[in-house]
């Protein structure tokens, strides 16, 4: 029986693999809610670590937001998530804990990447300005990381997600990422018997989307791979790892199967005025798929998941 903290549990990630853990016979899990243990105070987290006898630790907790957020708290997004990691990582190497992985984001990579983007991708370019200070914390991540296992030994890994969704996201009409605000906005409109709902844009960029449990799926895969197999698929300062399908579908695709799903049978009108954004977002995941690990939600199944949870818990987005 392996002890297994997992940072974050709250989170969407964090509680996808709290899930897949907790259906296994041989993990004991650890988990601490923030009034519980602030992952910001330094001498909090090494108390906790050193009063806990953890085998494992999975990084899932961060500081988050959409575009709008990182915009107004560059300072609280860079400050939290780079005093998240280090305090954990640091202490997770000074309590002897030799496995851990740290879950970052597909930000990390530069503004004008090629398209796919593979791993090595990363420090060749400028960042995307509107959430740069949460990617250099990710990318900090990724290297302390690296650092404790050349210079101590230590088997700390790390996967870079690109868009998820799914239970647990944040439904907030403008805080949240687009798969959870369209779900909210075409489900209000289905409920209304509006005659139409207006989407930005042209509808034509691509992007890649990832269901939550498929991501946690992978985060258990990646950190029980055997570390010869690691080593061999990655490089010491190289060592982070893609999670997505390596499959895209363009704005008006998702759009359009976002209403099917909630039965919204009105117009779709799109308002080219607005902004497209990057023209195309799609993570190179073959790293991954050459570790044995694979998707298992399309884009459809992956929604009418998302939407049923929305469902079941909408009263707590009543009034937002």
């Given amino acids: 029986m392996k002890t297994v903290f997992v940072a974050g549990h709250r989170g969407m990630v964090g509680a996808a693999i709290v ?16 009034a519980e243990l602030d992952l910001t105070n ?49 202490a997770a190497h000074f309590n002897n804990v030799q496995k851990l992985l740290f879950l970052g984001s597909s930000c990390i990579y530069p503004k004008f990447a090629e398209q796919p983007m593979t791993e090595t991708a990363l420090l060749t370019g400028v960042l995307e300005e509107t959430n740069e200070p949460y990617a250099i914390a990710k990318i900090a991540g990724i290297k302390l990381c690296e650092s404790y296992n050349r210079q101590y030994g230590r088997d700390y890994r790390s996967v870079m997600p690109t868009n998820l969704y799914g239970p647990n996201d944040n439904f907030h009409p403008e805080n949240s990422h687009v798969i959870p605000a369209l779900l909210r906005r075409f489900h209000e409109a289905a409920q209304r018997g509006d005659s139409e709902v207006v989407a930005w844009g042209s509808g034509k960029p691509m992007r890649e989307f990832l269901h939550v449990d498929d991501m946690a799926a992978a985060s258990v895969h990646v950190m029980e791979l055997d570390c010869e197999t690691y080593q061999a698929n990655t490089q010491p300062m190289l060592s982070h790892i893609n999670v997505g399908t390596g499959e895209d579908c363009t704005i008006r695709e998702l759009v359009e199967t976002v209403a099917k799903v909630t039965g919204f049978n009105g117009n779709i009108v799109w308002d080219t005025t607005k902004p497209d954004g990057t023209p195309r977002k799609l993570m190179d995941v073959s790293r991954l798929h050459a570790l044995g690990w694979k998707h298992t939600h399309d884009l459809e199944s992956g929604l009418i998941n998302a939407y049923k949870w929305f469902l079941d818990n909408q009263d707590n987005f009543r009034g937002l």
């Fill in 42 to 90: 330094q001498s909090a987290v090494a108390d906790f670590f050193a009063s806990n006898d953890i085998d494992e630790v999975y990084l899932a907790a961060a500081k988050v937001g959409g575009i709008h957020a990182n915009n107004t708290y560059p300072a609280e997004f860079i400050y939290e998530n780079l005093m998240i990691e280090a305090n954990i990582i640091n």
């Fill in 19 to 34: 899930k897949q853990l907790e259906a296994r016979n041989d993990v004991n899990l650890i988990t601490r809610t923030r």
